[in-house]
């Protein structure tokens, strides 16, 4: 009898207490394996760089320039002033319509051929570096916001590299410079819910068919900014990829203000009154993007931040709160909050560090500077890429993520932060963890021992000043007048 007690009182214990012990083990393994199945991992990218023919130099960006025949005096002088403060160099790089004279008439050909330049030379070239057969791509994202074709870019690319039949494909039109991070988010959802997927994402902007050929201002600035650039990029969720791996998602928000009218309009792509094709940036376009960015920051900050900062950031505004409503007069209170409006009172390097930037415009990169406190350190990546290869649009992160990798500034642990604007009005931004030490050139190969360069100045200037001092509208041409030296 008591060895039969004994008995049922040991299987008791192993009813009661051991097997909720490895149920509970059972859903601690499920929940890590869960998650690890259904990580972003970036495996590869590689940056687009044409050919030294075509490059946009200062005399021929003139010509180009010289041959919009609705610009006068005014507005050559205007477009002076825009292009030496605008932060790009010599270097950039055009559509090849724009350097053959048919920058205002181009053909579906030339949008065509721009697209696939870029998808034969950087798809080819980042599927080689990473060993990655075109048939193991799972998913394929293109985000190309200003040349709808059809059939769609994407068929395009399974055509030319022969995917397989079941690849899942998304082609994304109208995201403007965000548009990047708008696809990654689309790739980081299939990989939570779907295992063992490789996801191939193509960003770029297709400027042959956009050249604005009018003379209102808030137009013709887009033709000073943007130039031709793109990038491929690699996810995967494989475990078993893990150790090939150079980046890890950490987190990515969204922020949309779509339904403000103010936000909305800022910049479009519209006909000017005499009916010519261009895109718009209006002047509310800053107070726009600093709404967006103070309410995507909002979001993203207790994601990324250590706790003790974010108690620090309560902290400091309940008391300045506090002063400003009991001690000082109206004035002063004003005063006060004029002083940090400009700045955020978080410090985002508690969390972060590299800043990866969009390179909108030298206005841009400065606004988010004095926003965030960085440093000339921190902004230099984002000033060099827009120096070297202008803003490319929704790619443009990446040559600035790029330009981390080749100054080898990214080390096994470190935090990376992406933020993006585009058209809508949208703020995007994510941060990344860097998997081990990187130090591929990519696009940065040949010209990376040159950055940072001893100076910025455009030489714009130096060969177009003179036409500040031309009094008489009907009495010069742009191109006749000699080199100030």
Known sequence: MELFSSSLTATTILLYVVTPLLYLCFLVWKVVNHKRDHECYILGYQCYKP???????????????????????????????????SGLGEETYVPRNFL??????????????????????????????????????????VNVS???????????????????????????????????????????????????????LVTSESLSPNWYSGNDRSMVLANCLFRTGGCAILLSNKSWLKHKAIFKLKCLVRTHHGAKDDAYGCCNQKEDDEGRLGFYLGKNLPKAATRAFVDNLRVLSPK??????????????????????????????????????????????????????????????????????????????????????????????????????AKRRLKRGDRVLMISFGAGFKCNSCLWQVMKDV???????????????????????????????????????????????
């Open 304 to 405: 990324i931040l250590p706790a003790r900062e974010m108690l620090r950031f309560l902290l400091v505004s309940l008391l300045r709160k506090f002063k400003s409503a009991t001690s000082a007069p109206k004035g002063a209170a004003l005063a006060t909050n004029t002083k940090y409006g400009n700045k955020s009172p978080l410090n985002l390097k508690t969390g972060v560090d590299h800043f990866c930037l969009h390179t909108g415009g030298k206005a841009v990169i400065d606004g988010i500077g004095m926003s965030l406190d960085l440093t000339e350190y921190d902004l230099e990546p984002a000033r060099m890429t827009l120096h070297r290869f202008g803003n490319t649009s929704a790619s443009s992160l990446w040559y600035v993520l790029a330009y981390m990798e």
């Open 439 to 485: 130090e591929d050139r990519n696009v940065w190969d040949e010209c990376i021992d040159h950055y940072p360069p001893h100076s910025l100045a455009n030489p714009f200037m130096e060969q177009y000043g003179w036409i500040n001092a031309v009094e008489d509208p009907t009495n010069f041409n742009l191109l006749s007048q000699p080199v100030t030296n």
């Open 100 to 141: 053959q004279g048919r920058e205002s008439n181009p053909t579906v050909n030339d949008a065509v051929s721009e697209m696939d330049e870029f998808f034969h030379d950087s798809i080819a070239k980042l599927l080689a570096k990473t060993g990655v057969s075109a048939s193991d791509i799972d998913v394929l994202v």
């Open 146 to 200: 200003m040349f709808p074709s059809v059939p769609s870019l994407t068929s395009r690319i399974i055509n030319h590299y022969k995917m397989r039949d079941d690849v899942k494909a998304f082609n994304l039109t109208g995201m403007g410079c965000s548009a990047s991070l708008v696809s990654l988010d689309v790739v980081q959802n299939i990989l939570k819910s779907q295992r063992n997927k490789c996801a191939l």
């Open 51 to 85: 050919g030294d023919d075509r490059k946009l130099g200062t005399q021929c960006s003139g010509s180009i320039i010289s041959r919009n025949k609705t610009l006068a005096l005014n507005d050559f002088k205007f477009l002076l002033k825009a292009i030496v403060r």
